[in-house]
């Protein structure tokens, strides 16, 4: 298995590259060479299998004689074993037809654990084998940074840097990345939005001085073992519901366009997937790019569900790849352009195709309040903000026969604010929180600067 740049201007790859690079050199994102594909057997078979071994044949489809199988089945075993939940990821129905992946049960409470706890593995695997370390830099709108200090602290091949944007994310978010006392860890925030701090990063890695000078690697959602990672939920939850016999629908919080991607390659493997809404909060990027056909920035404004407070998606460019018919130059040109520009004019044939799949609703901030109140009234369940929003985007599109099934990208007990704005009540804390508000926070403050960024990795890795 080979891996190109959606830029064109790179090598082919393979895997473990994909893996430590983060971005392509040329400022693409990697992508398969050619796409791998399930039978409709082997998908079947997947049924009532354990979480893990369903992702172990996912990954090895993706890695190629990178990593041995008995490797790929122990890392795999090893990373869900820390999740609280035996199924890993378990469905709950929450109104006819209406279904929740709670993708919250690892150790920070978000959907990011699930790539992260695998992917801090892989790491270890591959740099234990190359006898290297790596500087991580990783840019968070919340989430990422405590999955990444979580399942990267005290690794023996990698120190890791978070930068997060200040005050615009939530205390319970913020306290799962500072209050860890491993040396290998150092977060700061940056005084600016997450879109600021994601730039900075590709700034960091377009110096290819700095680059080598501290061993860069990154971390963020476009690191396509983390899209392979989120493909393995698509599977179990349709196959749980009736998949390959039945086409199954995904709703799913949006904002760098990485779990909705992962949707696409689990499409692209062969699972039957109905349609996939593309929900955001008022940050409509995405949402606005499949309703109107224009990729357009606009203002980040703060809201409720903070991890989505994005006006870039960097994985949309994979999407815009395919939707091109692989043309790295047609793509190369696109993103060139939007970088300076900060809006593209989607082709209309090739995403004319794709809106059969993909529907965008934006969700407005009182919408997403009802969201939460509505299902707790309903039914007692409390939802995060994040889960809300596809919540009331999967209740706005006109109804299917296929199930639709929710992404639940957080648990509830790391937005109490916004909850018990909507609610009335807090919705407790979770035991994997316990101590979060005793323990000491080191946080350093930035402004948003990629040379002052560079000087504070630079001092890090000396020290
Ligand atoms: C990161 C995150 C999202 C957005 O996921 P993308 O892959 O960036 O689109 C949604 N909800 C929560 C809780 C998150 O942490």
């Not at 040396?183 to 377009?206: E, M, P």
């Not at 026969?401 to 957080?410: C, E, R, S």
């Not at 909507?422 to 080191?442: S, T, V, Y």
Request: negative net charge.
């Amino acid at each position: 298995m080979r891996y190109v740049s959606t830029r064109g201007g790179t090598e082919a790859v393979g895997f473990a590259e994909t893996l430590l690079a983060g971005l392509a050199p040329d400022g693409g994102l990697y992508i398969p060479q050619s796409w791998p594909a399930f039978t409709r057997d082997e998908i079947a078979g997947f049924a009532g299998r354990p979480y893990a071994e369903v992702a172990a044949e996912v990954l090895a489809r993706f890695v190629g004689d990178d990593i041995p199988r008995a490797v790929i089945d122990r890392l795999t075993a090893e990373a869900y074993a820390t999740f609280a939940h035996p199924a890993v990821t378990p469905l709950k129905q929450l109104d006819s037809g209406l279904w929740l992946l709670e993708l919250f049960h690892g150790p920070t409470l978000a959907f990011k654990d699930v790539a992260m706890q695998l992917l801090a593995r892989l790491y270890d695997h591959v740099l234990a084998t190359r006898g290297r370390t790596l500087t991580i830099v990783c840019a968070t709108s919340g989430d990422t940074g405590g999955a990444a200090v979580e399942a990267f602290r005290g690794a023996a091949h990698a120190r890791i840097v978070v930068l997060f944007p200040e005050g615009r994310i939530s205390e319970v978010q913020r306290r799962f990345m500072t209050t860890t006392a491993d040396a290998n860890v150092a977060c700061a925030s940056v005084k600016g939005t997450f879109d600021d701090c994601q730039t900075i990063v590709k700034a960091l890695f377009a110096d290819e001085d700095f680059r080598s000078d501290v061993d860069l690697s990154g971390v963020n959602s476009i690191n396509w073992a983390r899209v392979v990672a989120q493909a393995v939920y698509y599977f179990t939850a349709a196959v749980a519901l009736g998949a390959p016999d039945r086409r199954i629908g995904f709703a799913v919080p949006t904002g760098n366009f990485g779990d909705a991607f992962a949707g696409f390659v689990a499409m692209k493997l062969g699972l039957p997937i109905d349609r996939m809404v593309i929900a955001t909060n008022s940050n409509d990027i995405v949402a606005r790019a499949f309703e109107t056909g224009r990729y357009a920035k606009g203002q980040v404004v703060a809201t409720q569900s903070p991890a989505m407070d994005i006006q870039i998606a960097s994985n949309f460019e994979r999407l815009y790849y395919e939707a091109v018919g692989r043309d790295a130059a047609e793509t190369r040109r696109a993103f060139e352009s939007f970088n300076s520009a900060g809006a593209i004019d989607l082709p209309t044939q090739g995403f004319g195709q794709l809106a059969e799949l993909f529907t965008g609703v934006a969700v407005s901030e009182a919408e997403t309040a009802a969201s939460i109140a509505a299902a707790y009234e309903a039914t007692g369940e409390i939802i995060d903000p994040h889960t809300a929003v596809a919540v009331a985007a999967a209740k706005r599109v006109a109804a299917s026969d296929a199930p639709l099934v929710v992404l639940a990208t957080a648990h509830p007990a790391k937005f109490p604010e916004a909850v018990e704005a909507a609610i009335g009540r807090q919705p407790g804390l979770h035991p994997r929180a316990d101590g979060l508000f005793e323990r000491d926070e080191r946080i350093d403050h930035l402004p948003a600067n990629a040379g002052a960024v560079k000087a504070y990795v630079r001092a890090f890795v000396k020290a």
